[in-house]
């Protein structure tokens, strides 16, 4: 039953596709790829004692996600994404055809990590980070190559992962990562 909502959900998104969209989301998706943006993000965010701590709360949280969603979760669940699912879909994807399995979304719980995680820190800068996140996953529903209910699971669970990492980073981590690494 769900299966069958997911796929009327793609297709309704699929009958809004034209030129400048797909071009969008081709690249909109690219910036979840192997979570690359966020990763680079954390890196960065690395460089300044201000936004260290930022950084501690993405990469614990990218590194928990990468664990429990893709690693335990995704061969959990083991559902095949939607172009394998129906075939037929395969004439419509606009990028090479992802490997593995369909649930959680990847893509989506990296950029939920990421993106919440900077909104714990600061809302202004984390309000764009959650509407980029938010255009990750629906790049991923856009593509075909995932079903709604996989980004809305990678959505929760990268909301929930990054929160956590963050308490841990609050009740355990603050004051060491600052003090130890302060340039």
């Given amino acids: ?54 950084s501690a709360v993405m990469i614990t949280a990218l590194v928990f996600g990468l664990i429990l969603g893709n690693g335990i979760l995704k061969n959990l669940i083991a559902r095949p994404r939607p172009f394998v699912q129906d075939p037929v879909l395969t004439n419509f994807l606009l990028i090479p055809p992802p490997d593995g399995f369909s649930c959680p979304s990847g893509h989506t719980l990296a950029s939920f990590e990421g993106a919440v995680s900077v909104f714990l820190f600061n809302k202004k800068w984390g309000t764009g980070a959650l509407v980029l996140a938010a255009l990750i996953g629906f790049s991923r529903l856009y593509l075909y190559v995932h079903f709604p209910t996989d980004v809305l699971l990678g959505a929760l669970l990268g909301t929930g992962i990054a929160i956590l990492s963050y308490f841990i980073y609050k009740k355990l981590l603050e004051k060491h990562i600052t003090d130890k690494f302060a340039i």
């Fill in 1 to 54: 039953m769900i299966t069958r909502i997911d796929f009327n959900i793609l297709d309704a998104i699929h009958s809004a596709s034209n030129p400048i969209l797909d071009v969008l989301f081709s690249v909109i998706t690219k910036l979840g790829d192997g979570g690359i943006f966020w990763i680079i993000l954390a890196v960065f965010l690395f460089f300044f004692k201000k936004t260290r701590g930022c």
